[in-house]
């Protein structure tokens, strides 16, 4: 990266405020809040995420939008010219032009997400962010990153920077011992979570009816709980609020805050598809959702939602729609979705050549006690539920990769026909 900088003329020297953001979980939750904030309080903002689920421009936005084809396509070639055929990943070279787009385009800040894990990542070239952020760590990527929550912790601690203030989420003991030490190695006493005092350097979020209740330090506000569903986004919003509280340069009022919260649009996390050629599968009284959670981490928030959706009548039987990658821990994914789920119908991710087989979906499912359906697609499976079950909740997850084919394919008006 450094060597493919230098040739384009550094452009990662010439960016707006950065906000660098880490983490196993909620990284592009806390960024699409920080965002949402940033924006109601009239703030130029950017943003890199990934990955992206229908376009590839959805990972590069520029303040007034994602980046245009014609537009990604120029800042491409010019990486590619620059690299001169030696070898670099995907990864590598889509953030190098990522970085050239940004260096072109006026803002006010950017928000950075970390591509995998934070001590070697491509976007860690950024010597001095204005601050770093790590959402809570878990098991996930241990083929790269080492099998223990310590190991990884620490590869994702390396993105803190001596001077550079850091926002720390809710973290398993062991991650927090890790992260914490880090940053004092580094000179910086981080502002970590906490559900109790003493507050110097502490934060916590908590829900309260349809409101939350976050407090940093001495500071405490009543906000509303943000438009994302699920009790996590609680946290991942006290993460998001408590980072742009550090931002002494920016002017962000607590009606600012407020707005944000309600506005927050972050596809296929826990997101309600009401419209259609999906949603037209099932029957009018159907509930259909969409989570691209794929870590045990992920299932947990999941399962925890479901658990409190059924509690509400009427009941409804929850059915879901799982594709997964050959790297994700299945069993670890399931295990905390047998106490929910009615069914599970297995599909293959299309195009995907490290996707599980619907067998070893179905094997996994009924080895934790859960009923198992082989449906060839998306499609096929919502055609199945809706012959068999009457208002049943469905969710599909396991894969962004399969939430993304999902959002396409709701586009397809010709879709019943398949």
């Given at each position: 990266?450094?060597?493919?900088?230098?040739?384009?003329?550094?452009?990662?020297r010439?960016?707006?405020?950065?906000i660098?953001?880490?983490?196993?979980?909620?990284?592009?939750?806390v960024?699409?809040?920080?965002q949402?904030i940033?924006?109601?309080?009239?703030y130029r903002?950017?943003a890199?995420?990934?990955p992206?689920l229908?376009?590839?421009?959805?990972?590069?936005?520029?303040?007034?939008g994602?980046?245009?084809?014609?537009?990604l396509?120029d800042?491409m070639?010019?990486?590619?010219n620059?690299?001169?055929?030696?070898?670099?990943?995907f990864?590598?070279?889509?953030?190098a032009?990522?970085?050239?787009?940004?260096?072109?385009?006026?803002?006010?800040?950017?928000?950075?997400?970390?591509?995998?894990?934070?001590?070697?990542?491509?976007?860690?070239?950024?010597?001095?962010?204005?601050?770093?952020?790590?959402?809570?760590?878990?098991?996930?990527?241990e083929?790269?990153?080492g099998?223990?929550?310590?190991?990884i912790?620490?590869?994702?601690a390396?993105?803190?920077?001596k001077?550079?203030?850091?926002?720390i989420?809710?973290q398993?003991?062991?991650?927090?011992?890790?992260?914490?030490?880090?940053?004092?190695?580094?000179g910086?006493?981080?502002l970590?979570h906490?559900?109790?005092g003493?507050?110097?350097?502490?934060?916590?979020?908590?829900?309260?009816?349809?409101?939350?209740?976050?407090?940093?330090?001495?500071?405490?506000?009543?906000?509303?709980?943000p438009?994302?569903?699920?009790h996590?986004?609680?946290?991942?919003a006290?993460?998001?609020?408590?980072s742009l509280?550090?931002?002494?340069?920016?002017?962000?009022s607590?009606?600012?805050?407020?707005?944000?919260?309600?506005?927050?649009?972050w596809?296929?996390?826990?997101?309600?598809?009401n419209?259609?050629?999906l949603?037209?599968?099932?029957p009018?009284?159907?509930?259909?959702?969409?989570d691209?959670?794929h870590?045990?981490?992920?299932?947990?928030?999941?399962?925890?939602w479901?658990?409190?959706?059924?509690?509400a009548?009427p009941?409804r039987p929850?059915v879901?729609?799982?594709g997964?990658l050959?790297?994700?821990?299945l069993?670890?994914?399931?295990?905390?979705?047998?106490?929910?789920?009615?069914?599970?119908c297995?599909?293959?991710i299309?195009g995907?050549?490290a996707?599980?087989?619907?067998?070893?979906?179905?094997?996994?499912?009924?080895?934790?006690?859960?009923?198992?359906?082989?449906?060839?697609?998306?499609?096929?499976?919502?055609r199945?539920?809706?012959?068999h079950f009457?208002?049943?909740?469905?969710?599909?997850c396991?894969?962004?990769y399969?939430a993304?084919?999902?959002?396409?394919?709701?586009?397809?008006?010709?879709?019943?026909?398949?």
């Open positions: 990266m450094r060597r493919l900088l230098k040739r384009l003329g550094n452009p990662e010439s960016l707006p405020p950065v660098h953001v880490a983490g196993t979980n909620g990284k592009g939750s960024i699409a809040i920080m949402s940033l924006e109601s309080a009239r903002v950017q890199y995420t990934s992206h229908v376009n590839f421009s959805e990972r590069i936005r520029l303040a007034n994602p980046i245009s084809n014609s537009a396509t800042v070639i010019e990486c590619e620059a690299n001169s055929n030696l070898p670099i990943t990864f590598e070279i889509t953030t032009a990522a970085f050239l787009a940004f260096s072109r385009s006026p803002a006010d800040i950017l928000l950075l997400e970390v591509g995998l894990g934070g001590r070697l990542d491509a976007t860690n070239v950024i010597e001095k962010p204005c601050l770093t952020v790590i959402t809570p760590i878990g098991l996930d990527h083929q790269f990153l099998h223990s929550l310590s190991s912790a620490a590869e994702k390396a993105i803190l920077k001077g550079v203030p850091a926002i989420g809710r398993p003991p062991a991650a927090t011992r890790t992260l914490v030490n880090h940053a004092q190695g580094v910086v006493q981080p970590r906490s559900q109790r003493p507050w110097q350097g502490r934060w916590s979020a908590r829900s309260k009816g349809s409101d939350m209740i976050i407090r940093i330090e001495d500071w405490t506000a009543k906000l509303p709980s438009s994302l569903k699920g996590h986004q609680i946290d991942n006290g993460v998001a609020i408590a509280k550090q931002l002494s340069d920016f002017n962000i607590l009606n600012s805050i407020s707005s944000g919260l309600t506005k927050v649009d596809p296929a996390r826990l997101q309600r598809i419209r259609g050629a949603r037209t599968i099932l009018n009284d159907a509930e259909l959702w969409l691209g959670g870590n045990p981490a992920a299932a947990n928030a999941i399962s925890q479901c658990a409190t959706r059924q509690e009548p009941y929850l879901l729609i799982i997964m050959q790297t994700k821990a069993l670890d994914f399931l295990s905390p979705l047998a106490a929910v789920t009615t069914l599970l297995a599909v293959p299309q995907e050549n996707a599980l087989s619907t067998s070893t979906i179905i094997s996994g499912a009924r080895t934790v006690g859960i009923n198992a359906h082989r449906a060839r697609s998306v499609p096929t499976a919502l199945y539920i809706a012959k009457t208002s049943p909740r469905v969710l599909i396991g894969s962004l399969l993304g084919a999902v959002l396409e394919a709701n586009t397809d008006k010709n879709l019943r026909t398949k």
